[in-house]
């Protein structure tokens, strides 16, 4: 997977999203979705139903990180040496006061509590108390494709690139959706979600990229 983009701040943090963009690839369908069984009350099958699941998906995609950030036991690839790989890690003190305060600070729209909130699925870093400016590679925000309410993730991760988090990236991965639907919800709804270290993934149903 080879990543090309004029507008990345860095290139040699490109071999990040190239590795995250194998794993995605690596996803099998059946994490994608649960199948939901409804019984009757004496507990026989009546029906099933398929249902999204964004958190089983995440388990899987870290899974898959990790498999290219050390590919035999004991063995870790010089690029992850000093890093972190951290699924809807809370981190504490300076990290999450930016992360939930700053959004409430940067906009109206998430003043509201609850609204002013989100915890990235993966958060790939050198240190998970603290912020270290040089080591804050991405987080990675994760929709599967029935979320009505993708968007708003997507222009609250726009509103991070602002605060004090210092990350490489900010990365939204929207699963079983293309590119194109993506353009065509932002343009629907208007929302400014154009920032050079926001970066959108779409995973399509036959898992292309």
């Known amino acids: 997977m080879e990543i090309k983009s004029s507008h990345l701040e860095n290139d040699s943090f490109k071999v990040y999203l190239e ?3 194998s794993a995605l690839e690596e996803v099998s369908p059946e994490y994608k979705k649960w199948i939901l069984y409804n019984t ?18 995440a388990y899987e995609l870290y899974h898959q990180l990790r498999l290219i950030m050390e590919p035999c036991r ?4 010089e690029r992850y040496r000093e890093l972190i790989l951290n699924g809807e890690q809370v981190k504490l003190d300076n990290f999450y006061k930016h ?4 959004l409430s600070k940067l906009s109206e729209k998430f003043k509201k509590e609850g609204e002013n909130k989100i915890i990235p699925d993966l958060v790939l870093h050198k240190n998970i108390g603290t912020i270290d400016k040089d080591g804050q590679i991405y987080l990675v925000e994760i929709k599967m494709g029935e979320n009505t309410n993708a968007l708003d993730d997507l222009e609250k ?12 990236f900010y990365i939204f991965v929207y699963v079983d959706k293309s590119i194109d639907e993506l353009k065509e919800m932002i343009l629907h709804k208007g929302v400014d979600v154009f920032s050079k270290n926001i970066v959108c993934i779409c995973l399509e149903s036959n898992n292309d990229i």
């Open 19 to 21: 590795d995250l963009c």
């Open 40 to 57: 009757d009350a004496s507990g026989e099958v009546k029906e099933t139903q398929e249902s999204y699941c964004e958190r089983v998906f």
């Open 74 to 77: 004991g063995h870790v690839e």
């Open 99 to 102: 992360l939930f305060e700053g």
């Open 157 to 168: 991760l726009t509103l991070l690139t602002k605060s004090e988090l210092y990350f490489h």
